[in-house]
């Protein structure tokens, strides 16, 4: 009897960490690709939804319309926050995935400039801010939530799944973008191709939306709850304590997040409008650097449950600084070159991707762990994460062919704040999250 009560409990626990991980991970998936499948498609947008009569500048107004996206993102960090940590985590990652998807079915089936003028540009960047919005909440919950349902040990690895799952998603967006490319002529791209990334986004999202319905609550949060008194600080006020903490997930995130976004989100659209590559070959070499990155973070995760966050966030950092012009040098006019500096890159940035979410979940009481994330990760993401692509194409446009130069050192400039950062912070590996 006990031993079939025992199978019985294994068995309900396995599918509670399949479901844990499978809502997790399909539901950031779904925001990550609503996310980034704006940037693989921001050439076709230019095109369709901004005046046709100066391309070049098209392009630069169609990026400064990802940039603003991001400002929404504190603001649904904040809120989403609230609610993560007064209501529950999984409300705050249910909730997140439904905005996304609304945004996404908006950009899909906005009409063209050709149609309603500067109305189509006004419609996508409200679309944008919604995206905006719900990307601001999804991070920091996701994050929250898996770091607190990992095994301690494993929280490395586990924390890995965020990127992971949201790479594998933006994968999909760049496939799927590769493949419509490939079988779709120029002037069915430009017409109504682009716009079918969008639509199925919104669909994918009901999907992650069911997923993540069926999930439960972090057993982290839950005994939170619990143990809270009845003369327990109110959430704002007990955030401000934690505000050295907020300063360090800033400082952590400022330099990875602009060479995450160059390189790993924008740096095929960047290939095709200012390097002249081909729409084709640059979509599929941002596939392979993407797979080559997705196999890189569980690896770096189990390393830091093996020799700590510590270690490996240097090795990532300092990595990623002695590649950066090595890489920007081999971006000339080939996909095949494209594909090996993206790689080159990714490999490392792999390192701080697949541990950032259990370094950040440490750094916090369970009161106010996804607050405290939040916010101060969404403003550095807001501030030069989303104005990344927008800069490095920007710099080669107002200063020709220096302007490459001058954006890679404003880029290691952040990652030496960085690793700076990273010396301030204790070596968390194995923390139980249940202590404050």
């Known amino acids: 009897m006990s031993t079939t009560t025992s199978t019985s409990s294994a068995a309900q626990q396995q599918r509670s960490v399949l479901r844990t991980l499978l809502g997790t991970g399909a539901g950031n998936a779904v925001e990550w690709y609503d996310w980034a499948v704006y940037a693989t498609f921001a050439s076709f947008i230019a095109s369709q939804l901004f ?14 319309v990802f940039a603003v996206g991001f400002i929404a993102r504190p603001i649904g960090g904040f809120l989403f926050g609230i609610i993560g940590d007064k209501v529950g985590r999984k409300a705050s990652m249910t909730l997140s995935v439904a905005l ?46 898996l770091s607190e349902m990992a095994p301690p040990e494993r929280r490395g690895l586990w924390s890995s799944l965020i990127y992971v799952s949201g790479t594998t998603g933006i994968l999909f967006g760049t496939l799927l973008g590769a493949v419509l490319s490939t079988v779709l002529s120029p002037e069915h791209m430009a017409s109504f191709g682009w716009r079918i990334p969008f639509a199925l986004g919104a669909l994918f999202g009901l999907v992650a939306l069911l997923m993540r319905s069926r999930m439960e609550e972090s057993t982290v949060f839950e005994g939170g709850k619990k143990n809270q008194s009845t003369d327990q600080p109110k959430l704002l006020a007990d955030m401000a304590k934690h505000w050295r903490q907020a300063l360090q997930v800033i400082g952590l995130t400022v330099g990875l997040t602009v060479v995450y976004y160059v390189w790993g989100v924008s740096t095929p659209a960047y290939a095709i409008n200012v390097l002249g590559i081909d729409a084709k070959g640059a979509l599929w070499a941002g596939v392979v650097a993407n ?21 490996v966030l240097f090795i990532s950092a300092a990595g990623t600084f002695a590649c950066y012009f090595p890489a920007g040098a081999l971006l000339q006019d080939s996909p095949v070159q494209l594909a090996l500096a993206m790689s080159m890159m990714l490999v490392f940035i792999a390192g701080f991707a697949s541990i950032g979410p259990a370094v950040y979940a440490e750094l916090f009481p369970t009161s ?24 490095q194409a920007g710099f080669e446009t107002w200063f020709g062919q220096a302007g490459r130069g001058y954006f890679g050192i404003y880029a290691l400039a ?11 912070i204790k070596e968390t590996r194995g923390k139980d999250l249940h202590e404050e």
């Open 291 to 311: 797979l080559v990155f997705i196999a890189a973070l569980p690896l770096w995760g189990r390393l830091s449950d093996r020799i700590g966050r510590r270690p």
């Open 100 to 145: 996304a998807s609304v945004g996404s079915l908006a950009i899909a089936l906005t009409p063209s400039y050709e149609s309603i003028g500067a109305g189509a540009s006004l419609m996508l960047v409200a679309a944008r801010l919604v995206q905006g919005l719900a990307h601001g909440g999804e991070l920091p919950s996701a994050q929250t939530y």
């Open 368 to 391: 106010v762990r996804t607050i405290g994330v939040a916010v101060p990760y969404a403003i550095c993401v807001a501030a030069f994460g989303g104005t990344a692509a927008y800069l």
């Open 51 to 64: 005046s046709p009569a100066d391309p070049s500048s098209a392009f630069l107004m169609t990026l400064a």
């Open 414 to 424: 952040l990652l030496l704040v960085t690793v700076l950062t990273a010396l301030t």
